[in-house]
Each structure stands twice: as C-alpha cells, then as structure tokens.
C-alpha cells in the first residue's frame, strides 16, 4: 500500500540539505524507505541542489559538505533510503509477543532494533504500549507505539513536535485516516484522539520533541505520569 500522507516539500528540503535533527531524519528514511513518491522528490531536490552548487563562485562553496550530505545518502549509509521493498511491514507480528524479523522493518529502523521489535513494553492504557527506543540529551524521545486493534489514545495535544510514521496498521483521528507508511508531523496546534482500525492493531514510530498532554477529563490524573514515563 503506497502511503497517502507525506512529508511537505520544505521537510524533504531539510532533509536533503542534511539541516534536520537526526532522530527526524530517522523517520523520514524510514518513510522515505517505503515511499515510491518522496524518493522521486528527495531525487529532484538533490539535483536542483547540485545544480545550483555548480552556478555558484568556487569561493561560495562550503567545503564538501553537499558531498558529504550526497554520501549520507548512498544505500549503506546511516541517512539512507533503501529502494521501496513493497510493504514489509505488513509482516510485523504486532501481537502480544511483539516479535518481528529484522528485515520486516524500514530499513533505517534496523540499527535501532536489530532484534526486531523490542521484548520489552510499557502498558500507557488498556489498550496502547509504548516501547522506548532511544532518548536523546536534547530530551527527544524515539519510541513504537502499539495500539489495539479498536483502541483508542485519549484526546491529547502536544507540547512540541510529534511525528508519527505508521509501520503497520492504520489509525484514524478527526483530521483523517493513517494508514501504513503514512507520515504525520503535529504540534500544539492539533487536538486529536488517534484509535485503531477495528479489525487490525496498529504499530506506529513516533518522535516526540516533549510529552503529549492529555486535554480530556482524565488528564489531570495521568499527565503527571505520562511526563513520569517520558
Ligand atoms: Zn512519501
């Protein structure tokens, strides 16, 4: 299934230039890696940024750095995106043992987990998991997400920037359905209730810049523990 929700055309831009945060960076490979249509933009970009380079003075040029950031990209690079491989993660076993074969992540995502999807989980509601991936020393959280299938996340809104990439699944909230490869960046301007599709558990990759805040009746109760888990 080709993705229908994108990365805009100034994220891609960032990316390409190599002025993206790394744990961003992350998750557009990951969705890069699965995307037909970004890989044919992020392509397009490269060469009008090598083409504008060769207009320029020689003096203008900083060092090798658009060669070093072309490098980043190569296949076998940390940066890169592999050619799509049709939707692999339809393979994950989201189920209760949450196990997975390396291979049946994006790529990008292996070194992360090169076990496949971690043993280990922590239980957020009756119905959504969180499994830590990686916390960086700016406080940037790399995670999976699980949701049941029909579960529901409680009615939050975020305090910085939330990106989610669906790797199995989809989810719907009120601004639209998200379905696997799906790309969705939010911040404090969203207000949303994501809840699986009925029929199937959902698997997400989020990177969230600070906790989400639960804005419904209960978050008075569990905010402080959100932010405890963070
Ligand atoms: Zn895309």
New binding site residues.
Partial sequence: MS?SH??SADWLLAYASGHMASAHALATAA??SN?P??QLQLSTLNELGGNLLEQLPPSAMSGDSWQKMLRRLEPGSDRAHSPATGNAANAINTGSTATASRSALPAPLQKLLPNGLPRKWTRLSGSVRQATLKQLPDGTLIALHHIRAGGKVPQHTHDGTEITLVLNGSFSDQHGLYQSSD?LVVDDSVEHTPTAVQNEDCLCLTVQSAPLRLTGPVGRWFNPLIRALY
């Fill in positions: 993705a994108h990365p969705h890069l995307c249509h970004c790309f």
